[in-house]
C-alpha cells in the first residue's frame, strides 16, 4: 500500500489525459451485486455477446427491480431508458446509495461530468464511506484534469473505505495515469495489486491485459502476449486495442494509433469511444472521409459525445474552406496543400506557400530529413475550430499543432495581429513536422519544442532570440529543469508561466548545443531519438556529457548570456514603470534617457513593452524622425512585429526616400497581418514605384480578393500593374472594371486613353 | 445674367445642390475624459473643414464643447427658421457621447442634456424639409423614430438605444470626409451615403480584426442620401462663368446618363458587346473629361 503523498504525486494529472470511453457500460467489479444481472454481465464480460443481449433484455421485460432493469437498459444502450429506470429505482428506495452511484456512472458514462459529481457528493454527504462513490469521483475529476482526484481516491488507497471492487478500479486509474505520466514503475506496481484483487474475487482481467498491453507498446515490447489472453477471454473486448491506441496518440504516434483504433473497432463494432478516437486520429492524418465515416458511427451510438458532435460539425464547416494545392516544380519536392477559409485563401496562400517551401528547403538541409508526403496545413479563422481540430474540444490555448504532415493552427485572423505573428508560427510548426518524422514520432516534447523555438530565433521568417519578461523572472528563481526532467515542464507543468518557460528553456538549450557542442549534434540528436533512446541516453551517446554535466555546462552558459540581464531585472522593472510615467506626462526627453537605459540591458527585447516603441515614440514627438526612424527599425531587426510600428516604419522610410528599406518592412508585415487590406494596396504602390511590377501585382491581386471598400481603385492598380508588365488587353480589362464602377475616375481615364492612342507605359 | 451662368456651372457639377444653400449646425458633446475629448476635437474639425467645401463657411455653425448649451443650441436653430428657405438644405452633426435609459434619449453637453424629443422638434420647425441629421454618439439609434420621415436622411452610430458604449463610428465617418478611397464612383464628392458605407464599413472591420463583438451598428434612412454631398476632395469648387466649359460639362452628364443606361442594361446583352459599348462610351467621357480639364486650366479653375 502505497502513502497518500505517493498516490498524490502518482496522479498529477496530465494535461495529455482525454477522457475515458463513454457511454459502454464497463465492467463494474462489484458495484453492482443483484444476481440476475451479474449473470448477464459473466456473459457480456466474456464476450458472449448475443447471449448476454438476450439475458438483459429478459430482465427488462420480468419483475426485476427498477435498479436491475436500468442497468439492462445502459448495458443494451438504452441511456435514455435506462435514466428512466434509475429515477423509478430511487423514488422506491431513496437511500440505496449503491444504486444512486451507479446514476452518476451513467451520467459521467454520458459526457454529464457535472450532474455525475453532484450526485456522488449527495452519496457521500449520507455515506461518506461509499467507496463507489468516491471512485466515480475520482474517474470525473481525473478525466477533467483535476488534481482534487486525490483527495476522493485517498480513502480507498489507504483502506479509510474498504471495497475490493473499488479498490481495483482505484488501482486501474492510478496505473492508467501513471502510464500517461511516463511512471512505469509506478504503473507496474498499481498493476499487481490490480492483479492480486482480481484473482482474489475472480473479476475479469480485461482492463488489466490492456493496461500491460499499453506497458509493452510503451516499453517498446511485444504486447502479444496479453493481446491474445484477452482475446481468449473475451474476443469482443476492444479495450485490448483501444487502451493501447491511446497511449500511442498521446505520444503522437498517431498512425499506429489509428491502426490499433481500427482493430478495436473490428472486434467491438459498439465501441462508441474507439470510433470517436479513431475518427479524430484520422482527421489528424488528413484521412477525411474514413475520418467522417467512423465520427458518424460514433455519434449513432453516442449522440451525447461532444467531441464527435464538434468535430462532425467542423468537417460540416470545410465547404467554406477551400484546398489551394501547391504542386513542385522540382523532383523530389513534396506537393503543399493548404486548407483556407474562402475569403482568405487569396490573402493567405502565397505566403504560406512561399514560407513552407522556404522551411522544407532550410530544415531538409539543416537535419538531413527529406519530407516523403505531402505537408497539409489548415489554417482556421475561429481559434475555437482549430481547438476543436486538434483537441475535439473548444478551450485550447495553443497558436499551432502539428500531427505528422498535417498542420492546424490559427489563421491571422484567429487572433489580433498584435499577439500572433502567424509566419513565425508556420515556421515553429515546420519544424515539428521535421523533427516528428524524422524520428518515427519518437522525438519528446521538450526536444521538438526545442529544434521549433530555436529555428524561429535562428531561421525563422522574422529572426531573433525573443524571450518574454516572465521567463526572464523565471531564470532569476532558478526554475529552468534539469535536461532529463525538461518534459516535465510542458507535460505537468507545476506553475501558472512554466509552459512558455520551458519553450525558451528547450530552445536555448538548442541553441547553446548548436553554438557550443556543434550543429550537427542537433541532427544526431534526432536520430538518436529515433532508435528509441530516451533524453538521458540521448545526451550521453551523442553529446558524450552525462546528463548532470549537461545541465552544468548549459548554467554556464545562460549565465553568460543573460547573466547580466538578470542582475538587473529589478532595475528593469522599476524603469518601465518610469517610462510609462514619462510617456503620460509627455515627458520624451526622460522617456529617451530611460528607454536608452534599458536597451542597454536587453538590446534585443521586442516585446509589447519594449523600450525601442518608447524611444521611436519620444523622439518623434520632439521631431526626431530620423532617430525615431532607428527606433523602431532596431525592434524590427531584433524581431519586432507589432503591424502597427512596422506600418509606421515603412512610412517613414518611404518618406525618407529609402524605398527598398520601406517595402522589406512593409513585406514582413504580410507575415503578421495578410489581412490588412491597405497594406496590400500600399505596399504594390511601392513595389510598382519600384519597377517590380509582377510583386506589385500580386499584391494589387491580395487587396482585390479582400474586398476592399474602394473597388474602383484596386482594379485600376490592377491595370497599372498590368500596364507596367505590357499586358495590354487585361490593363484594359481593368480599367473597364475600374471605370464601370467610377465612370469620372480620372487616373482611370488617362490611363484608358493612353491605351487607346497606342502609348507605351 | 452672371448670376445665371454661375448657377448652370454649379448645376451641372453639384446637382443636388442647385439653388439650394446647404445651412449646418454640428455640436461638440461632453467628451468625459481626454482621449474623448480629443476624439471629438478631431472629428468636428475635419468635418467642419470637409462642410466648406460645399457650403460657405457663414452657413456652417460649430456648437464647441466650452460655449454649447441646450439653451445656445435651440436658440440657434429657432433663428435658422427665418434664415433657411424652404429650396435650401439643412444638415446637423451630434459628435459626443449619448445615453438611454429606455425611455428618454439624451445628447450629453454641458448643462441640461438635448433630448431626442428637442432634436425632432427643432428639425421639424425648419422650413425645409431636405434634411440630413448625423448623430455618432452611443445610444443615438434611440432616435431613430422620433426623427424618422419620408425626407429626411439619418445617420445614427448605433441601431438601438441599447448600444451603449463609445462609438468608433463618428471617427470613420469624419475621416470619410477627406478621404479619396471613401469616393467609391470617383466624382470628388463624399455624399452621405459614401461616408456611411465607408464608416459603417471600418467599424465593422475595427471589431473584426480585433476579435472583439461588435458593440454598435450604423444606420442609414432616408431616400436621397447618395446626392446629398457632404465634402468636395480637393477644395471648394470656385466659381467660373465660362459658355463652353458649360457645355462640356453638360456634355460630359449626357454620356454619364447615357453611360448609366448601358450599365443597367448590361444583363440584356452579350458580355462583349457590352464591354465594346462601355469602352467606346467611356473613351468619349474621358476625352471630354480631359477637354473639360484643359478649359478648366485656361481659365486657372481646375477641378
Not at chain 2, 274 to 288: D, H, I
Request: charged content about 25%.
Amino acid at each position: 500500500m502505497r502513502t497518500s503523498s505517493c498516490i498524490v504525486g502518482m496522479l498529477a494529472v496530465s494535461c495529455l489525459v482525454l477522457p475515458a470511453s463513454a457511454t459502454a457500460r464497463g465492467i463494474h467489479y462489484g458495484a453492482v451485486t443483484d444476481p440476475e444481472i451479474l449473470n448477464c454481465d459473466q456473459m457480456q464480460w466474456r464476450g458472449e455477446t448475443e447471449q448476454s443481449r438476450f439475458c438483459y433484455a429478459e430482465l427488462l421485460r420480468s419483475t426485476t427491480p427498477a435498479a436491475a432493469k436500468a442497468e439492462a437498459a445502459w448495458a443494451l444502450s438504452n441511456l435514455k431508458q435506462a435514466n428512466e429506470w434509475f429515477r423509478v429505482a430511487m423514488a422506491e428506495s431513496p437511500d440505496d446509495h449503491a444504486t444512486k452511484v451507479r446514476w452518476g456512472d451513467l451520467f459521467a458514462a454520458s459526457h454529464q461530468n457535472g450532474e455525475a459529481m453532484n450526485i456522488y457528493r449527495e452519496v457521500l454527504d449520507e455515506d461518506p464511506g461509499n467507496a463507489f462513490a468516491m471512485l466515480g469521483a475520482a474517474r470525473v475529476l481525473v478525466d477533467s484534469f483535476e488534481d482534487a482526484a486525490n483527495s476522493y481516491l485517498e480513502p480507498l488507497m489507504t483502506g479509510t473505505a474498504l471495497n475490493d471492487g473499488a479498490l481495483l478500479g482505484a488501482w486501474l486509474l492510478v496505473a492508467r495515469v501513471s502510464l500517461e505520466n511516463g511512471n512505469y514503475d509506478e504503473a507496474t506496481a498499481a498493476l499487481l495489486e490490480a492483479d492480486e484483487l482480481i484473482a482474489q474475487a475472480d473479476w475479469p482481467p480485461l482492463e488489466v491485459y490492456a493496461l500491460r498491453a499499453s506497458m509493452d507498446l510503451l516499453n517498446d515490447s511485444d504486447s502479444n502476449h496479453w493481446t491474445e489472453l484477452s482475446l481468449q477471454f473475451n474476443p469482443h473486448f476492444g479495450g485490448i486495442y483501444a487502451t493501447p491506441a491511446h497511449f500511442y496518440m498521446i505520444t503522437r504516434r498517431y498512425r499506429a494509433a489509428i491502426d490499433m483504433y481500427q482493430k478495436a473497432v473490428d472486434i467491438e463494432p459498439g465501441l462508441a469511444a474507439a470510433h470517436e478516437e479513431l475518427g479524430i486520429n484520422l482527421l489528424r492524418d488528413n484521412q477525411m472521409t474514413r475520418a467522417r465515416q467512423h465520427l458518424e458511427t460514433a455519434f449513432g451510438l453516442d449522440p451525447f459525445s461532444p467531441r464527435a458532435v464538434n468535430s462532425l460539425r467542423l468537417m460540416d464547416s470545410y465547404s467554406d474552406f477551400r484546398l489551394v494545392v501547391d504542386t513542385p516544380v522540382v523532383e523530389g519536392e513534396v506537393p503543399i496543400v493548404l486548407r483556407l477559409h474562402e475569403d482568405e485563401s487569396a490573402a493567405i496562400a502565397p505566403y504560406a506557400t512561399e514560407l513552407t517551401r522556404d522551411s522544407i528547403a532550410v530544415f531538409a538541409e539543416r537535419y538531413g530529413f527529406d519530407l516523403r508526403e505531402p505537408v497539409v496545413i489548415e489554417m482556421y479563422p475561429d481559434h475555437e475550430d482549430f481547438a476543436v481540430r486538434t483537441a475535439g474540444m473548444p478551450g485550447l490555448g495553443i497558436l499551432g499543432a502539428t500531427f505528422g504532415y498535417v498542420i492546424a493552427m490559427d489563421s491571422p485572423s484567429g487572433r489580433p495581429s498584435q499577439q500572433f505573428q502567424w509566419g513565425t508560427t508556420l515556421w515553429h510548426e515546420m519544424a515539428h513536422v521535421f523533427t516528428l518524422e524524422a524520428t518515427n514520432h519518437l522525438v519528446p516534447r521538450w526536444y521538438s519544442e526545442g529544434i521549433s523555438v530555436f529555428e524561429e530565433w535562428r531561421t525563422g521568417p522574422n529572426p531573433g532570440v525573443r524571450i518574454p519578461m516572465s521567463v526572464y523572472n523565471a531564470m532569476k528563481d532558478d526554475r529552468f529543469l534539469p535536461i532529463a526532467g525538461l518534459d516535465e515542464g510542458f507535460l505537468r507543468p507545476t506553475y501558472e508561466e512554466q509552459i512558455i518557460v520551458s519553450y525558451m528553456q528547450a530552445g536555448l538549450v538548442c541553441d547553446f548545443i548548436d553554438r557550443h557542442l556543434g550543429a550537427d549534434k542537433l541532427r544526431e540528436l534526432l536520430v538518436a531519438y529515433r532508435e528509441g533512446l530516451n533524453t538521458e541516453e540521448a545526451i550521453t551517446s551523442v553529446l558524450k556529457l552525462e546528463p548532470a554535466e549537461f545541465d552544468k555546462l548549459f548554467a554556464n552558459f545562460v549565465d553568460t548570456e543573460h547573466g547580466a540581464v538578470l542582475n538587473k531585472l529589478e532595475e528593469w522593472h522599476h524603469t518601465q514603470t518610469e517610462i510609462s510615467n514619462a510617456l503620460a506626462e509627455d515627458n520624451w526627453s526622460d522617456a529617451i534617457e530611460l528607454a536608452n537605459g534599458l536597451v542597454d540591458i536587453i538590446p534585443q527585447y521586442i516585446e509589447p513593452d519594449s523600450p525601442y516603441l518608447a524611444l521611436a515614440r519620444a523622439h518623434n514627438e520632439l521631431g526626431n524622425r530620423e532617430d525615431a526612424l532607428n527606433a523602431l527599425q532596431t525592434f524590427w531587426k531584433n524581431g519586432g512585429y507589432d503591424p502597427s510600428s512596422l506600418k509606421r516604419l515603412g512610412h517613414w522610410l518611404a518618406d525618407a526616400g529609402r524605398e527598398d528599406d520601406a517595402i522589406d518592412v512593409m513585406m514582413s508585415v504580410n507575415l503578421v497581418d495578410p489581412l490588412d487590406r491597405d497594406l496590400h494596396g500600399e505596399l504594390g504602390d511601392m513595389l510598382l514605384a519600384a519597377d517590380r511590377a509582377a510583386e506589385a501585382l500580386q499584391e494589387y491581386e491580395i487587396a482585390l480578393a479582400l474586398k476592399p471598400h474602394d473597388m474602383a481603385t484596386a482594379w485600376y492598380r490592377m491595370a497599372q500593374a498590368q500596364h507596367k508588365l505590357g499586358n495590354i488587353e487585361r490593363t484594359q480589362d481593368h480599367l473597364l472594371q475600374a471605370l464601370d464602377i467610377a465612370p469620372n475616375f480620372r487616373p482611370a481615364q488617362r490611363l484608358l486613353l493612353q491605351l487607346a492612342s497606342g502609348e507605351a507605359n | 445674367m452672371t448670376k445665371r451662368l454661375t448657377s448652370l456651372v454649379g448645376l451641372v457639377l453639384l446637382p443636388a445642390l442647385t439653388f439650394a444653400e446647404l445651412h449646418v449646425v454640428v455640436v461638440e458633446g461632453l467628451p468625459g475624459d481626454q482621449v474623448y475629448a480629443e476624439r471629438f476635437d478631431r472629428q468636428v474639425t475635419a468635418i467642419s473643414l470637409a462642410l466648406r467645401s460645399v457650403t460657405e463657411l457663414e452657413r456652417v455653425r460649430v456648437f464647441r464643447t466650452d460655449d454649447v448649451s441646450r439653451d445656445a443650441l435651440l436658440g440657434h436653430l429657432r433663428s435658422l427658421q427665418s434664415e433657411v428657405r424652404s429650396s435650401d438644405q439643412f444638415a446637423l452633426f451630434l459628435i459626443g457621447h449619448g445615453s438611454y435609459d429606455d425611455v428618454e434619449y439624451k445628447f450629453n453637453i454641458p448643462g441640461p442634456d438635448l433630448t431626442g424629443e428637442d432634436i425632432a422638434a427643432s428639425l421639424d420647425e425648419l422650413p425645409t424639409t431636405d434634411q440630413v441629421v448625423i448623430n455618432t454618439s452611443s445610444s443615438s439609434g434611440a432616435i431613430a423614430d422620433l426623427v424618422a420621415n419620408d425626407d429626411r436622411i439619418v445617420v445614427l452610430a448605433t441601431r438601438s438605444g441599447a448600444e451603449r458604449h463609445a462609438t468608433r463610428f463618428g471617427d470613420y465617418f469624419a475621416i470619410a470626409l477627406g478621404d479619396p478611397s471613401a469616393d467609391i464612383d470617383k466624382n470628388k464628392r463624399i455624399s452621405v451615403e459614401e461616408a456611411f458605407r465607408f464608416a459603417e464599413r471600418q467599424v465593422s472591420d475595427y471589431f473584426e480584426r480585433n476579435d472583439q463583438l461588435a458593440t454598435e451598428h450604423a444606420t442609414l434612412t432616408g431616400e436621397r442620401a447618395e446626392r446629398m454631398a457632404l465634402a468636395r476632395l480637393g477644395g471648394a469648387q470656385p466659381n467660373v462663368v465660362d459658355t463652353a466649359l458649360g457645355e462640356l460639362i453638360a456634355n460630359r452628364d449626357a454620356l454619364n446618363a447615357e453611360i448609366n443606361t448601358l450599365r443597367l442594361g448590361r444583363d440584356d446583352m452579350p458580355q462583349a458587346e457590352y464591354q465594346s459599348a462601355l469602352l467606346e462610351k467611356m473613351l468619349e467621357l474621358a476625352r471630354v473629361e480631359d477637354a473639360i480639364e484643359a478649359r478648366q486650366e485656361e481659365l486657372g479653375a481646375n477641378e
